[in-house]
């Protein structure tokens, strides 16, 4: 059975549990073997690249995110912009299709 997920990249979250809860960003990847995904300003780590021994050269910082259980985030409806729930309804040429719990939106 194909694994079915909720979230698409693109789609705008907002997270509901841990240190970000409240943020909301862009999701930006999507790993649904894991259903985890990457959302933009969410499950922040910095790095600092190593640099190659110049004396007095600055260690460069990079900023990345990682990724956090999709379980984690509600979508956020396009439509009416509140955090939603998603339903799936079979759209009448068979394609499945998202739906939005509060507005009945398609998404
Ligand atoms: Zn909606």
Redesign the pocket.
């Known amino acids: 059975m194909a694994i079915h997920m909720r979230i698409k990249t693109g789609d705008l979250v907002s997270m509901r549990v841990g240190k970000d809860r409240g943020k909301t960003g862009k999701v930006l990847q999507v790993f649904p073997g894991d259903r985890r995904i990457v959302v933009e300003g969410a499950n922040e780590h910095t790095k600092h690249a190593r640099t190659r021994g110049r004396a007095g050269e600055k260690g460069q910082k990079i900023t990345f995110w990682g990724t956090v259980p999709v379980a984690n985030v509600s979508l956020i ?1 396009p ?2 912009s ?1 955090p ?1 729930r998603v339903g799936a309804k079979v759209l009448e040429d068979g394609k499945k299709a998202r739906v ?1 719990k ?2 009945s ?1 398609t998404l």
Request: with cysteine; hydrophobic share 10%; aromatic share 0%.
């Open positions: 409806c439509k009416c509140k939603t939005c509060k507005c939106a």
